[in-house]
């Protein structure tokens, strides 16, 4: 059970956009549809942005969208505002009743 | 409104037990998976166990496994952890955190937190 691969920073002007990316096995992200995106603002419990790969759940703007190829998932933030700056995690589902987090991505804006 | 509090947690030495508390409410807490993700001190988020809806599967990360044990009454609305042979690197915010189902994929979906209750193993 090791922790998902995420790059530790990005950055982007407002109004660019940026993706993250998060790599893990044939263990959890490739066998796998259940990957999730959170969103952390320093001091606040995490927000739910995407599920199964690409849904977003209600209230969340279509501004996030999540994708999957493979053994790597990934997070697009279009149209950057100064408010998505925050740390951003990824997680998936690994089999056999567990879930494992990334390591966190620290997106500037 | 779906809420849900933490609590529990507190300084406890090496070796010693500590059992934390989820109160929900706003939502048909039988009907949904429930799960505890930590948080060290600046660090990332680690997914530490979950159960499913009745509350007869439950899954623990490599990490708290065989010392942790989660568990869940309906009737009461409450979700618990049980944590034995607390280690210093056990230390950490502990989050409640509601599924968006009822227990398959475990800790996949998760769309409500707690405040979180801290937890601090230091002797």
């Known amino acids: 059970q090791s922790a998902l691969t995420q790059p530790p920073s990005a950055s982007g002007s407002p109004g660019q956009s940026v993706t993250i990316s998060c790599t893990g096995t044939s263990s959890d992200i490739g066998t796998y549809n259940y990957v999730s995106w959170y969103q952390q603002h320093p001091g606040n419990a995490p927000k739910l942005l995407i599920t199964?790969?690409?849904k977003r759940p209600s209230g969340v703007p279509d501004r996030f969208t999540g994708s999957k190829s493979g053994n790597t998932a990934s997070l697009t933030v279009s149209g950057l505002q100064v408010e998505d700056e925050a740390e951003y995690y990824c997680s998936s589902y690994a089999g056999r009743d567990k879930a494992v987090f990334g390591g966190g991505t620290k997106l500037t804006v | 409104e779906v809420q849900l509090v933490d609590s529990g947690g507190g300084l406890v030495q090496p070796g010693r037990s500590l059992r934390l508390s989820c109160a929900a409410s706003?939502?048909?807490?039988?009907?949904?998976?429930m799960n505890w993700v930590r948080q060290a001190p600046g660090k990332g988020l680690e997914w530490v166990a979950g159960?499913?809806?009745?509350?007869?599967?439950?899954g623990y990360a490599d990490s708290v496994k065989g010392r942790f044990i989660i568990s869940r009454d309906n009737a009461e609305n409450s979700l618990y952890l049980q944590m034995d042979s607390l280690r210093p690197e056990d230390s950490g915010l502990y989050y409640c955190?509601?599924?968006?189902?009822?227990?398959?994929?475990?800790?996949?979906?998760?769309?409500?937190w707690g405040q979180g209750t801290l937890v601090t193993v230091s002797s």
């Open positions: 706003g939502f048909t807490f039988k009907e949904f998976a």
């Open positions: 199964e790969v690409n």
């Open positions: 159960i499913n809806w009745k509350g007869n599967t439950m």
């Open positions: 955190v509601k599924d968006m189902g009822v227990g398959p994929y475990l800790g996949s979906r998760l769309d409500t």
